[in-house]
């Protein structure tokens, strides 16, 4: 159990089962709830702030005029039965008709603070009002935060009880942490212990450690843990991740950079740059301007590790300095980089900078991950010079690049190349090295959105632009008819958007409309092809559209958007107008379930949050090409960027807009997406494999033909097809509920919401089958161990190779893993869903038969392997090993 009271969802707290959170910060229990993690709302029964809504309306005499002295809310009094019922209505059915399930009820004893009160009818009207919420929803999951006098009347209604401050309590007036005395140990230590013997309710203890203090959170932890309790040790204002029965591995780094120069994060090279390598190492990133203000909440719970990017004086240098000192004091490893911009006695008293003089002979080590580093340094440079530093590259007496025990360091001109006369950039340290060991992260299962049931994800999906376009073939077809009849003769899973403008009577195109709208309709009949929209007038310049409309500018001339006669962009039109345009063309059963972003595809935070609200996923962005043309990893997009904590998925690769210079030709040069494709999947798997590109692809033979050898490319290859909406979804998963905890034998613990399944293992490690819970199988490839988990929470242990009394285990397959299961006593059952024909291969010991209950082929082959192929999409098997 964790509580958490900060006003940002950290992901690393889905390893807790329970996650107590103030919902006055807006979180959303539907979107945050995942299997085996509950989201409970902080409630508080006892007292109300004025800033509740209900505060300015409750009856007379139901606020006392005694405030709680520490945080200012005034009691509540629930002697009369009107208080109560207002407290229902206004409090607690809100919080239910949000979808909160879970209810943390604090402050039950805060009528003491009043002395006007009487405590013997205060204690009955409280237990009154717990009987009433478990009336009003039976399903409600309620747990007492002390409360103990009312437990003989309520506790058939409850479902735990909690208790603050056993061993270790934080003074809120001085801002102080202290052990509590041993008087106060051992009343509440009976407390407890009648709760859990008499009542029979598991006990939550909640204690109180100054977040610098990590290791002792730990050792209190473990021995409230040995007293019988679940224990969380957190902060005192609970504003960090703390420890618990597990304690989650930190996935977050935070990115210190300057706002100013980089407002807008989609375009800011260096975060391009830093966030692939970090994410494919299975972390998040979050941005901190370095123009404040910092983060005052703790950080060693969540985050792994703070990277500064220098550029130019520290905007703020006294507050930079000041975050700093208390990041390293949390033990929180810092790495520099471009530009040495602190004061080094910030991280080391003995660390001190260094000028290096232009022409300055420069020796390496380690460096050349992709160009050749230069015999002499190009112009001047700051080195470092101090003790413990681990060396990559040095010039006279002062580093360039380097770790030491602080963190790292990696300096310009010994950090990227910019090629000259292209707008490329090569790293000359290998950035995934270099983020490993300057931040000293931890090897991991590293989460990973390329791959499920061990094989690369094949996404395809079309923006809808050209649909009305007449194709160049002597019967002049539209473009969506022909990508019709193509899509038709490829039966994997497509996503395809339309621009209503293009289709509707109200467009551009009048004349066309109902033969386009024909034309859409028997797409979408299709049972392969998944609905998205691509807006109303596909916005060209979505910031400043917006900027635009909140000004009242007129900008038909400006070409931000399809020039549409008497229409002013409006979010709402873009986005709820054009799904209900969709709608209307799509058969029974089907829905619009994306969006894709036009033009720019860079929308602000605000854009993202009304896309989200209207229920639908968002995809676009990002430019993956590396090619032979671009063959570095700076050419390689994130798979999203968070902007003011909204998620923006990226599309996996680039349409074909990039490979032919804008639609200016050559127009089969799509038909080059073929390296991006290979060469993001060797000799590490940077991406899913993606066939991305607009629906005027289908109106020129050139780029028709295109098409078909990308095609043809992608059914060579050992893919596992996906509609482009379960990808968005592993995404999401990632950035939002992943958590990767060490549980004390030494296994891991993997939670999400359950659409990412699959975690990447340095290559060579192996399951442990005997002490590992929710693992199906895994595959080998030169990036690593791929890991498939049949579902989640998993809990993984690893041994250093594979035994001979490993069970049944599935190698890949080209469909999710549905169902894994252990029927009888040495017979598996299995169930793989897929959207194309099953091919499968699992590995199959000696003495045990593999039985398909669908029709399929099975062949074997040396190694124990034993490969299924079936016409279906879903295949249902047991591998039975009983002896015969």
């Given at each position: 159990?964790?509580?958490?009271?900060?006003?940002?969802?950290?992901?690393?707290?889905?390893a807790?089962?329970?996650?107590?959170l103030?919902?006055?910060?807006g979180h959303?229990?539907?979107?945050?709830?995942?299997?085996g993690?509950e989201p409970?709302a902080?409630?508080s029964v006892?007292e109300?702030?004025?800033?509740h809504?209900?505060a300015?309306?409750?009856?007379a005499g139901?606020?006392s005029?005694?405030?709680?002295?520490?945080?200012?809310?005034?009691?509540?009094?629930?002697a009369e039965?009107?208080c109560?019922?207002f407290?229902?209505?206004?409090v607690?059915?809100?919080?239910?008709q949000?979808?909160?399930?879970?209810?943390?009820l604090?402050?039950?004893?805060?009528?003491?603070?009043?002395?006007?009160?009487?405590?013997?009818?205060?204690?009955?009207?409280?237990?009154?009002?717990?009987?009433?919420?478990?009336?009003?929803?039976?399903?409600?999951?309620?747990m007492?935060?002390?409360?103990?006098?009312?437990?003989?009347?309520v506790?058939?209604?409850?479902e735990?009880?909690?208790a603050e401050s056993?061993?270790?309590?934080?003074?809120?007036?001085?801002?102080?942490?202290s052990?509590?005395?041993?008087a106060d140990q051992?009343?509440?230590?009976?407390?407890?212990r009648?709760?859990?013997?008499?009542?029979?309710?598991?006990?939550?203890?909640?204690?109180?450690?100054?977040?610098?203090?990590r290791?002792?959170a730990?050792?209190?932890?473990?021995?409230?843990?040995?007293?019988?309790?679940?224990?969380?040790?957190t902060?005192?204002?609970?504003?960090?991740?703390?420890?618990?029965?597990?304690?989650?591995?930190?996935r977050?780094?935070?990115?210190?950079?300057d706002?100013?120069?980089?407002?807008?994060?989609?375009?800011?090279?260096?975060?391009?740059?830093?966030?692939?390598?970090a994410?494919?190492?299975?972390y998040?990133t979050?941005?901190?301007?370095?123009?404040?203000?910092?983060?005052?909440?703790?950080?060693?719970?969540?985050?792994?590790?703070?990277i500064?990017?220098?550029?130019?004086?520290?905007?703020?240098?006294?507050?930079?300095?000041?975050?700093?000192?208390?990041?390293?004091?949390?033990?929180?490893?810092?790495?520099?980089?471009?530009?040495?911009t602190?004061?080094p006695r910030?991280?080391?008293?003995?660390l001190?900078?260094?000028?290096?003089?232009?022409q300055?002979?420069?020796?390496?080590?380690?460096?050349?991950?992709e160009?050749?580093?230069?015999?002499?340094?190009p112009?001047?440079?700051?080195g470092l010079?101090?003790?413990?530093?681990?060396?990559?590259?040095?010039a006279?007496?002062?580093?360039?690049?380097?770790a030491a025990?602080?963190g790292?360091?990696?300096?310009?001109p010994?950090?990227?190349d910019?090629?000259?006369?292209?707008?490329?950039?090569?790293w000359?340290?290998?950035?995934?090295?270099?983020?490993t060991?300057?931040?000293?992260?931890?090897?991991?299962?590293?989460?990973?959105?390329?791959?499920?049931?061990?094989?690369?994800?094949?996404?395809?999906?079309?923006?809808?632009?050209?649909?009305?376009?007449?194709?160049?073939?002597p019967?002049?077809?539209?473009?969506?008819?022909?990508?019709?009849?193509?899509?038709?003769?490829?039966?994997?899973?497509h996503?395809?958007s339309?621009?209503?403008?293009?289709?509707?009577?109200?467009?551009?195109?009048?004349?066309t409309?109902?033969?386009?709208?024909r034309?859409?309709?028997?797409?979408?009949?299709?049972p392969?092809?998944?609905?998205?929209?691509?807006?109303f007038?596909?916005?060209?310049?979505?910031?400043?559209?917006?900027?635009s409309?909140?000004?009242?500018?007129?900008?038909?001339?400006?070409?931000?958007?399809?020039?549409?006669?008497?229409?002013?962009?409006?979010?709402?039109?873009?986005?709820?107008?054009?799904?209900s345009?969709?709608?209307?063309?799509?058969?029974?059963?089907?829905?619009v379930?994306?969006?894709?972003?036009?033009?720019?595809?860079?929308?602000?935070?605000d854009?993202?949050v009304?896309?989200?609200?209207?229920?639908l996923?968002?995809l676009?962005?990002?430019?993956?090409?590396?090619?032979?043309?671009?063959?570095?990893?700076?050419?390689?997009?994130?798979?999203?960027?968070?902007?003011?904590?909204?998620?923006?998925v990226?599309?996996?690769?680039?349409?074909e807009?990039?490979?032919?210079n804008?639609?200016?030709?050559p127009?089969w040069?799509y038909?080059?997406?073929?390296?991006?494709?290979?060469?993001?999947?060797?000799?590490?798997?940077?991406?899913?494999?993606?066939?991305?590109?607009?629906t005027?692809?289908?109106s020129?033979?050139?780029?028709?033909?295109?098409?078909?050898?990308?095609?043809?490319?992608?059914?060579?290859q050992?893919?596992?097809?996906?509609p482009?909406?379960?990808?968005?979804?592993?995404?999401e998963?990632?950035f939002?509920?992943v958590?990767?905890?060490?549980l004390?034998d030494?296994?891991?613990?993997?939670k999400?919401?359950?659409?990412?399944?699959?975690?990447r293992l340095?290559?060579?490690?192996r399951?442990?089958w005997?002490?590992?819970?929710?693992?199906?199988g895994?595959?080998?490839?030169?990036?690593g161990?791929y890991?498939?988990?049949?579902s989640l929470?998993?809990?993984?242990?690893?041994?250093?190779?594979a035994?001979?009394?490993?069970?049944p285990?599935?190698?890949?397959a080209n469909?999710?893993?549905?169902?894994?299961e252990?029927?009888a006593?040495?017979?598996?059952?299995w169930?793989l869903?897929?959207?194309?024909?099953?091919?499968?291969e699992?590995?199959?010991?000696?003495?045990?038969?593999?039985?398909p209950?669908?029709s399929?082929?099975?062949?074997?082959?040396?190694?124990?392997?034993?490969?299924?192929?079936s016409p279906?999409?879903?295949?249902?098997?047991?591998?039975?090993?009983?002896p015969?």
């Amino acid at each position: 159990m964790a509580l958490y009271y900060g006003e940002t969802w950290r992901p690393e707290l889905t390893a807790f089962d329970i996650v107590v959170l103030e919902p006055a910060y807006g979180h959303d229990p539907q979107r945050l709830r995942a299997p085996g993690m509950e989201p409970f709302a902080y409630v508080s029964v006892g007292e109300l702030p004025d800033h509740h809504p209900g505060a300015a309306q409750a009856p007379a005499g139901c606020l006392s005029s005694v405030r709680n002295p520490h945080w200012g809310a005034r009691i509540w009094n629930h002697a009369e039965a009107a208080c109560r019922g207002f407290w229902i209505e206004q409090v607690f059915a809100p919080l239910w008709q949000r979808g909160w399930r879970g209810f943390f009820l604090d402050t039950l004893d805060s009528y003491r603070l009043d002395p006007q009160l009487d405590p013997t009818r205060q204690q009955a009207a409280l237990a009154e009002l717990i009987r009433a919420i478990r009336q009003r929803a039976p399903q409600a999951r309620l747990m007492l935060n002390r409360g103990f006098e009312l437990l003989p009347q309520v506790a058939d209604a409850v479902e735990l009880v909690a208790a603050e401050s056993l061993l270790h309590r934080f003074d809120a007036a001085r801002g102080a942490y202290s052990p509590t005395s041993e008087a106060d140990q051992q009343w509440l230590l009976q407390q407890l212990r009648q709760a859990q013997q008499r009542y029979g309710k598991p006990v939550v203890v909640i204690d109180y450690v100054a977040p610098a203090e990590r290791a002792q959170a730990r050792e209190v932890a473990k021995r409230i843990e040995q007293l019988g309790f679940i224990p969380y040790v957190t902060d005192g204002l609970l504003q960090g991740v703390g420890v618990g029965r597990v304690e989650s591995l930190p996935r977050t780094l935070l990115i210190l950079l300057d706002r100013q120069r980089h407002p807008d994060l989609q375009t800011t090279p260096m975060l391009r740059w830093i966030d692939m390598p970090a994410q494919y190492l299975g972390y998040r990133t979050e941005v901190v301007s370095l123009q404040g203000p910092f983060p005052q909440e703790p950080l060693s719970g969540h985050v792994a590790g703070i990277i500064v990017w220098g550029e130019g004086p520290a905007p703020d240098p006294a507050g930079l300095h000041a975050f700093l000192r208390r990041a390293r004091a949390e033990g929180l490893p810092i790495l520099v980089l471009n530009e040495w911009t602190l004061d080094p006695r910030v991280l080391d008293p003995a660390l001190r900078t260094v000028r290096i003089a232009a022409q300055t002979p420069l020796q390496h080590e380690r460096l050349g991950a992709e160009t050749r580093p230069p015999a002499r340094l190009p112009g001047p440079a700051t080195g470092l010079a101090g003790p413990d530093l681990r060396r990559w590259a040095w010039a006279g007496t002062g580093a360039l690049v380097g770790a030491a025990p602080w963190g790292g360091f990696a300096l310009q001109p010994a950090l990227v190349d910019f090629v000259p006369g292209f707008k490329q950039v090569r790293w000359l340290p290998d950035p995934f090295a270099l983020l490993t060991e300057a931040l000293r992260l931890p090897p991991m299962p590293a989460p990973d959105v390329t791959t499920e049931s061990g094989r690369r994800l094949l996404t395809i999906h079309i923006d809808g632009d050209g649909f009305v376009n007449r194709g160049e073939w002597p019967e002049r077809p539209l473009a969506g008819e022909v990508l019709r009849r193509f899509i038709e003769r490829h039966p994997w899973p497509h996503s395809m958007s339309l621009i209503e403008a293009e289709l509707s009577p109200q467009g551009p195109y009048p004349d066309t409309a109902e033969e386009a709208q024909r034309i859409a309709r028997r797409l979408f009949e299709l049972p392969w092809v998944e609905a998205a929209t691509h807006t109303f007038s596909h916005p060209y310049r979505w910031q400043l559209l917006e900027q635009s409309a909140r000004n009242g500018d007129d900008v038909t001339e400006l070409n931000y958007n399809l020039a549409i006669t008497g229409y002013q962009f409006n979010m709402r039109r873009e986005v709820e107008g054009s799904v209900s345009f969709i709608r209307g063309l799509l058969p029974s059963g089907k829905d619009v379930r994306l969006l894709f972003w036009s033009g720019d595809c860079n929308p602000s935070a605000d854009q993202i949050v009304h896309v989200r609200r209207a229920g639908l996923l968002n995809l676009n962005g990002g430019d993956t090409i590396k090619s032979q043309q671009c063959p570095s990893l700076t050419c390689v997009a994130p798979i999203g960027v968070v902007k003011d904590g909204q998620l923006q998925v990226y599309a996996p690769l680039a349409n074909e807009n990039l490979y032919t210079n804008l639609w200016t030709g050559p127009f089969w040069g799509y038909q080059r997406v073929i390296e991006t494709l290979e060469m993001t999947e060797r000799p590490r798997r940077l991406k899913p494999a993606s066939i991305y590109y607009h629906t005027y692809s289908a109106s020129k033979p050139a780029s028709l033909q295109a098409l078909e050898k990308v095609y043809a490319w992608a059914r060579a290859q050992p893919l596992h097809p996906q509609p482009v909406s379960a990808y968005v979804r592993k995404v999401e998963d990632f950035f939002e509920h992943v958590a990767v905890a060490r549980l004390a034998d030494g296994r891991w613990l993997l939670k999400g919401r359950g659409d990412l399944r699959t975690v990447r293992l340095p290559p060579g490690s192996r399951p442990d089958w005997a002490r590992s819970a929710g693992v199906a199988g895994y595959a080998d490839h030169p990036s690593g161990t791929y890991v498939h988990l049949a579902s989640l929470p998993a809990e993984l242990a690893l041994r250093e190779a594979a035994g001979t009394d490993d069970p049944p285990y599935l190698i890949s397959a080209n469909a999710a893993i549905d169902q894994h299961e252990a029927v009888a006593a040495q017979r598996w059952r299995w169930r793989l869903q897929g959207h194309v024909p099953v091919e499968a291969e699992w590995r199959v010991p000696d003495g045990c038969r593999l039985i398909p209950a669908t029709s399929a082929t099975v062949t074997a082959s040396a190694g124990h392997r034993v490969r299924v192929t079936s016409p279906h999409a879903t295949v249902t098997l047991d591998i039975d090993c009983t002896p015969r």
